[in-house]
C-alpha cells in the first residue's frame, strides 16, 4: 500500500532498530514516568535525548516536549506577552494559532509566504516591547516550503525574532537534514532556560512515555547516519518525495 497523507517521512516508525529501542526501554523504565518533569519525571533519557538532539542541530541546548501541539503551546507564550506583537504566517498550524491566543499578544497575520508583505506589517508595528515572527518551515496540508532567508533577512532589519515550527522538515531539509533553528536573534541557551521555567503547560503534563524517549533517540542516531553516509543517490530520493505534494498542487 502507498500511503500519501502518513507523517512518517523517513519510514523509521517500522524500523527493527527503533522497535527493539522502545521494547529495551519499556523492560527498563516501564510504561511510564509516572510524574510530570518538574517533580520527579525527569529521567535518563530525556537528558540523552536533548544532549542528542542538540548535538544534531549544532545548538547548545534542546528541549523535549510531549508532542508539537504542547511545544507551541508552551514556547510561544512563554517568550511573548501583551506588550508584544506577533506576525503569524497565514496559513500557519494550528497548534500555533492556540499558542498565540494563549501568550496575548497582538496578532498581525502576513500573507503566506509574503516576505514583502511582511516587512510591510512589521513598518506598521514600530513601538512594539518584542515582536516575533512565528512560521512553519514546511506547511504540511500543501507542502509549501517557507523562505525562510527571506523571513529572516526582514526580521533582521526590524530587529524581530524568529521562530520557525519545522515538524515535516526536520530530518528532510536544511544543512545534513538538520533544518533551521527554532529562534534566531537570540541564543539558543538563554532561551531554552526561559522556557524550561515557565512552560506551564509542558512542565505540568506528564512527559512522554520512555518507549517514545528511546525510539526517538534512536531515529536520531539512524537519521544522522543515513544523512552523513555516501549514498547521494538516496538522499535525492527522499528530497524529491518531500517535494512531491507541492509539485502536484502547483500542477494543479
Not at 518551515?137 to 526580521?155: K, R, T
Not at 538563554?190 to 531515529?219: G, L, N, Q
Request: glycine share 6%.
Amino acid at each position: 500500500m502507498l500511503n500519501l497523507c502518513a507523517n512518517n517521512y523517513l519510514g523509521f516508525a517500522n524500523h527493527t532498530q527503533l522497535k527493539d529501542a522502545a521494547k529495551a526501554a519499556i523492560d527498563k523504565f516501564g510504561v511510564g514516568p509516572a510524574a510530570v518533569r518538574t517533580i520527579a519525571g525527569t529521567q535518563s533519557l530525556h537528558l540523552e535525548l536533548e544532549a542528542k538532539l542538540a548535538a544534531f542541530k549544532h545548538v547548545e541546548d534542546a528541549i523535549t516536549f510531549q508532542s508539537g501541539f504542547i511545544a507551541n503551546q508552551a514556547v510561544i507564550p512563554t517568550i511573548t506577552g501583551a506588550e508584544d506583537v506577533i506576525f503569524s504566517d497565514e496559513l500557519n498550524h494550528a497548534s500555533i494559532i492556540d499558542g498565540i491566543r494563549l501568550s496575548k499578544a497582538k496578532v498581525v497575520r502576513y500573507a503566506h509566504n509574503s516576505a514583502a508583505d511582511l516587512d510591510a506589517k512589521l513598518k506598521a508595528e514600530p513601538n512594539a516591547r518584542r515582536k516575533l515572527i512565528i512560521t512553519d518551515g514546511v506547511f504540511s496540508m500543501d507542502g509549501d516550503i517557507a523562505p525562510l532567508d527571506e523571513i529572516v533577512y526582514v526580521a533582521e532589519r526590524h530587529d524581530a525574532l524568529t521562530m520557525v515550527d519545522d515538524a515535516h522538515g526536520e530530518g528532510v531539509l536544511g544543512k545534513a537534514a538538520a533544518a533551521p533553528q527554532i529562534i534566531s536573534n537570540c541564543t539558543i541557551k538563554s532561551t531554552s532556560k526561559w522556557v524550561r521555567c515557565r512552560k506551564r503547560s509542558a512542565s505540568w503534563a506528564a512527559t512522554s512515555p520512555e518507549r517514545k524517549k528511546s525510539s526517538t533517540a534512536c531515529a536520531n542516531e539512524r537519521g544522522r547516519f543515513f544523512f552523513q553516509a555516501r549514498d547521494s543517490r538516496r538522499r535525492r530520493c527522499l528530497y524529491r518525495r518531500s517535494r512531491y505534494s507541492h509539485d502536484v498542487r502547483r500542477a494543479g
